[in-house]
């Protein structure tokens, strides 16, 4: 079987035209969501991207698929954030450094982190892309409670029990300070006080 010009291309670690025409629907998925979402369509997802509408399925399904794979890839960036900290640092020191990078991603990505919550409850592709998330970053933060000595068992008050509702307490907070334009900073200063002190460690 000959070999195509996309597979060369991944041979070498490039990407390829397929990849960056992907990329380019995300990029440009990401810049109308500044404005929310209601705009987006796949018109103007398709004429940012520079393809026709009709490439543009090529690709992605639906304008829904296309936010699905931009919550996809920015959380994706976070899980290998936190689960760095996790692999480089004393439990606390993994905990600040988590969400320290779970703020810094609502600054820098805030628009589809917002989409994210507010679409899960009726859209199913950004919801499962949502909840493996926060379902990744319990297991990572369960794993450092149980390194800083929180009974590993299924109980409501062992590890996984408390990283599940921490996490899920720290989505709320960023959110809610996005919506409002309250301080990231101050919310980074607030979530690092419980995570800890629920945790049993010091500051």
Same mark, same amino acid.
């Given at each position: 079987m000959p070999r195509t010009r996309e597979d060369g291309s991944r041979r070498r670690g490039t990407p390829s035209k397929g990849d960056l025409r992907e990329r380019a629907i995300l990029d440009a998925a990401e810049q109308q969501l500044a404005g929310g979402p209601e705009g987006i369509t796949v018109e103007t997802l398709a004429k940012a991207a520079g393809i026709s509408r009709g490439a543009f399925y090529f690709y992605f399904g639906s304008r829904n698929d296309v936010l699905a794979a931009l919550v996809e890839r920015t959380v994706t960036t976070l899980r290998a954030e936190v689960d760095a900290a996790d692999a480089a640092a004393a439990p606390a020191d993994a905990l600040r450094e988590g969400v320290r990078h779970t703020a810094r991603m609502w600054r820098e990505h805030g628009p589809v982190m917002r989409v994210a919550v507010e679409l899960s409850p009726t859209v199913p592709a950004v919801d499962e892309a949502w909840r493996s998330a926060v379902d990744a970053?319990?297991?990572?933060?369960?794993?450092?409670?149980?390194? *800083?000595? /929180? #009974?590993? =068992?299924?109980? #409501?008050? @062992? *590890? =996984?029990?408390?990283?599940? *509702?921490? /996490?899920?307490?720290?989505?709320?907070?960023?959110?809610? *300070?996005?919506?409002? =334009?309250?301080?990231? @900073?101050?919310?980074?200063?607030?979530? /690092?006080? /419980?995570w800890l002190t629920a945790l049993g460690l010091r500051e």
């Amino acid at each position: 079987m000959p070999r195509t010009r996309e597979d060369g291309s991944r041979r070498r670690g490039t990407p390829s035209k397929g990849d960056l025409r992907e990329r380019a629907i995300l990029d440009a998925a990401e810049q109308q969501l500044a404005g929310g979402p209601e705009g987006i369509t796949v018109e103007t997802l398709a004429k940012a991207a520079g393809i026709s509408r009709g490439a543009f399925y090529f690709y992605f399904g639906s304008r829904n698929d296309v936010l699905a794979a931009l919550v996809e890839r920015t959380v994706t960036t976070l899980r290998a954030e936190v689960d760095a900290a996790d692999a480089a640092a004393a439990p606390a020191d993994a905990l600040r450094e988590g969400v320290r990078h779970t703020a810094r991603m609502w600054r820098e990505h805030g628009p589809v982190m917002r989409v994210a919550v507010e679409l899960s409850p009726t859209v199913p592709a950004v919801d499962e892309a949502w909840r493996s998330a926060v379902d990744a970053l319990a297991a990572t933060t369960r794993r450092i409670a149980e390194r *800083a000595g /929180v #009974p590993a =068992g299924t109980g #409501p008050t @062992d *590890a =996984g029990a408390l990283t599940t *509702a921490l /996490v899920w307490m720290t989505e709320r907070t960023f959110y809610q *300070a996005t919506v409002t =334009g309250t301080s990231l @900073d101050e919310a980074t200063t607030t979530l /690092v006080h /419980v995570w800890l002190t629920a945790l049993g460690l010091r500051e």
